[in-house]
């Protein structure tokens, strides 16, 4: 067959055949898992700093993240917001320089500005087993893919340990 023998299949290569056909699938189906909208989306996202990109990376982000193109944290907090369905969450664990410094300026802007904030919890550094108890300043914000209403609250928490701080027994 000259159709199969294109793919290897007539050649005594059918597992090179099945291989492509499971990887065809397997794009299809994150295609169409990227592609839906959700009602809650939850991730720890990575944490990489704009000067660590690739330049592959930084010309992608750049073109379809810029307002979040200082840190990939940020591009993947605006890319887990759109994938989040009308009036949905995305609660999410992130560093919090965003949160204050000036070249996230713009990202903020624009999550505010299509989004709420519900809850922003500062975990601190020492919310990380693998860094030997210290790493990165890490949050957990929870944000609602709605404008701001006049109803809508916000709710915050302090759970740094500060070691002047006295702990319940």
């Not at 379809?64 to 993947?76: G, K, P, Q, S």
């Not at 601190?124 to 210290?134: A, I, K, M, T």
Request: glycine fraction near 8%; aromatic fraction near 8%.
């Amino acid at each position: 067959n000259a159709a199969c023998a294109g793919a290897g299949v007539g050649d005594g290569h059918l597992g090179t055949a099945q291989e492509l056909a499971l990887a065809a699938r397997g794009l299809l189906d994150a295609a169409r898992l990227l592609s839906a909208r959700y009602h809650l989306v939850v991730t720890n996202v990575p944490y990489l700093a704009r000067g660590n990109h690739s330049a592959e990376l930084k010309s992608f982000i750049d073109m379809n993240y810029r307002d979040a193109r200082a840190d990939l944290a940020t591009v993947f907090i605006e890319r887990c917001m759109g994938l989040c369905a009308t009036n949905s969450h995305s609660a999410i664990v992130s560093p919090q320089n965003w949160w204050f410094l000036g070249s996230y300026s713009s990202f903020r802007k624009k999550l505010l500005s299509k989004n709420t904030i519900e809850t922003i919890v500062a975990l601190g550094e020492d919310s990380w087993e693998s860094f030997g108890n210290r790493g990165p300043l890490a949050t957990l914000v929870i944000i609602k893919n709605q404008i701001m209403g006049p109803s809508d609250t916000l709710s915050g928490r302090c759970c740094i340990n500060h070691p002047e701080a006295e702990l319940p027994q």
